[in-house]
């Protein structure tokens, strides 16, 4: 099966139509976004940052939010993940207001419909990799040897399979953020948030990643919200939100 990155089809929020400027693509009316959020602002104390932003992502769509540090990227990515309220505006998964979902539901929203990939894998060190892909289908119920026979499964399409005893200490860099996105994407997310999935790995490393990490979301239909400040890793998305001073705006990617 390969796994190298390519452009969607028009069914899944293809790149062939115009685009307005707000941070939402134009889209099929038909399929529509799967997740969108709307005059996003949030507040730390008195500093804003997020001051009507603006974001959609459609199935297997990849979109990186770029912008400089501070800009607000991660915060829009927890406001979008249901990690942290927005002070005013909408986020709506799958038709859905996340916000009037009880904590209970957005817990376990984010434990099968979102994956989670972060700069330094944060993968659980007294684990095995095996162990650590496993985690979330243990916590959704999945019985521990299907767990980690998909967990297996994930780990030779993401070219790690022969570390799979081995803890996250005993692994190099790029092999752990390898197991990180495993883990991700084991459950089948429906959005896959990844946070500067890069941001620690050399070059060579890091472009293997994006290589796995685009590949398997495109077959399986999963949306991508990529925070990154590298243009190399940008390349890889569908079209670009780029976010400052708390607001955002929308280009496309040449491919």
């Known amino acids: 099966m390969s796994l190298l990155p390519r452009r969607p089809s028009s069914r899944t929020g293809g790149t062939d139509d115009v685009r307005p400027t707000d941070g939402s693509p134009g889209q099929d009316e038909a399929a529509g976004p799967l997740l969108r959020g709307v005059d996003l602002h949030k507040a730390f104390g008195s500093t804003a940052a997020l001051e009507g932003a603006s974001f959609s992502v459609?199935?297997?769509?990849?979109?990186?939010?770029?912008?400089?540090?501070?800009?607000?990227?991660?915060?829009?990515?927890?406001?979008?993940?249901?990690?942290?309220?927005?002070?005013r505006g909408?986020?709506?998964?799958?038709?859905?207001?996340v916000a009037a979902l009880s904590d209970a539901e957005r817990g376990a929203l984010r434990?099968?419909?979102?994956?989670?990939?972060?700069?330094?894998?944060?993968?659980?060190?007294?684990?095995s990799c095996r162990e650590n892909v496993a985690l979330p289908l243990r916590l959704n119920g999945v019985r521990r040897k299907d767990a980690e026979r998909r967990a297996d499964e994930w780990l030779e399409r993401l070219e790690v399979a022969?570390?799979?005893?081995?803890?996250?200490?005993?692994?190099?860099?790029?092999?752990?953020?390898?197991?990180?996105?495993?883990?991700?994407?084991?459950?089948?997310?429906?959005?896959?948030?990844a946070d500067e999935p890069t941001g620690a790995l050399d070059s060579l490393n890091g472009e293997r990643v994006m290589e796995l990490l685009s590949?398997?979301?495109?077959e399986t239909g999963a949306a991508v919200v990529l925070v990154t400040h590298e243009a190399r890793v940008a390349a890889y998305?569908?079209?670009?939100?780029?976010?400052?001073?708390?607001?955002?705006?929308?280009t496309e990617v040449v491919a």
């Open 58 to 87: 459609s199935p297997g769509e990849i979109v990186a939010v770029m912008g400089p540090s501070g800009s607000g990227k991660s915060t829009l990515l927890h406001c979008l993940a249901g990690i942290v309220p927005p002070d």
């Open 90 to 97: 909408s986020v709506t998964f799958d038709g859905r207001d």
């Open 111 to 127: 434990r099968s419909a979102f994956g989670f990939v972060f700069q330094f894998g944060q993968l659980v060190p007294e684990l």
């Open 162 to 193: 022969g570390v799979a005893r081995q803890t996250p200490g005993r692994v190099s860099g790029g092999q752990g953020q390898r197991v990180a996105v495993a883990r991700a994407l084991a459950t089948e997310p429906r959005v896959l948030f």
């Open 215 to 218: 590949g398997a979301a495109r």
């Open 237 to 250: 998305s569908d079209r670009e939100v780029v976010v400052r001073d708390g607001r955002t705006r929308t």
